[in-house]
């Protein structure tokens, strides 16, 4: 009998974690959508009226204005990592990876990144200038999405810059400048009023970035 009643508890503790989480992804995706029809500065009372609750519900399951901004982070990030290793996957650069010619790699890589800024500005805002929230550095949802970044990006330069004859270990400091120069560069064009197409910009952010390593490389080779 113990047994049996145990394994009803365990049941009925699974069912109820199943239900706190989907419940979890419906109220983030109500955030999502508040973010997108407010704004960036979306408050709770907004948020709840989108879900159809109140906000002691959604701080029940997401926890405080933090938690909600978390809970978004986490959505953003795996929709941005999908994308970009799908880019990325989708380049010759990256089933090749000994090519020196970093430029098609860059370019999937940017554009990714930038679709999502265009296409969703306001939770890019809101994911990038948390509001009316702190968020302490060690759990920083931006810092963790740009590492991840970062280190995808450095197994491909380390084959570009061990093909030139430069040391490959360099590659993760200057895959995590090149993302800076992203986000940065990202920042701005997001908010430039009279921003050029994208595709322009990707073909210019690439090309500069692209010129950079290869310039970086054919230094040390003329050196040697």
Excluded at 67 to 95: E, K, P, Q
Excluded at 99 to 107: A, E, G, K, T
Excluded at 200 to 221: D, K, R, S
């Amino acid at each position: 009998m113990t047994r049996s009643r145990t394994h009803r508890v365990d049941g009925r503790d699974a069912r109820w974690t199943a239900h706190r989480e989907e419940r979890r992804v419906q109220l983030t995706e109500s955030a999502l959508r508040a973010i997108r029809r407010h704004g960036a500065g979306v408050g709770m009372d907004e948020i709840a009226a989108e879900a159809g609750t109140s906000k002691t519900v959604i701080y029940r399951h997401l926890g405080d204005r933090l938690g909600l901004y978390l809970a978004v982070c986490a959505s953003v990030d795996r929709l941005i990592l999908a994308d970009f290793s799908a880019a990325l996957d989708r380049t010759d650069a990256a089933r090749r990876p000994s090519s020196v010619d970093p430029r098609s790699v860059l370019i999937a890589a940017i554009d990714s990144y930038l679709a999502l800024v265009e296409n969703d500005p306001e939770v890019y805002r809101f994911v990038t200038r948390p509001p009316q929230v702190q968020v302490p550095r060690d759990s920083d949802p931006v810092i963790g999405l740009s590492a991840s970044i970062a280190e995808r990006l450095s197994d491909l330069l380390a084959a570009n810059l061990r093909e030139g004859g430069r040391d490959e270990a360099l590659a993760p400091i200057l895959a995590a400048g090149l993302v800076g120069f992203v986000r940065e560069s990202a920042d701005s064009w997001v908010t430039d009023p009279q921003r050029v197409p994208r595709a322009e910009i990707v073909e210019q952010l690439a090309e500069f970035a692209a010129v950079g390593l290869n310039g970086f490389i054919e230094n040390h080779q003329r050196e040697s």
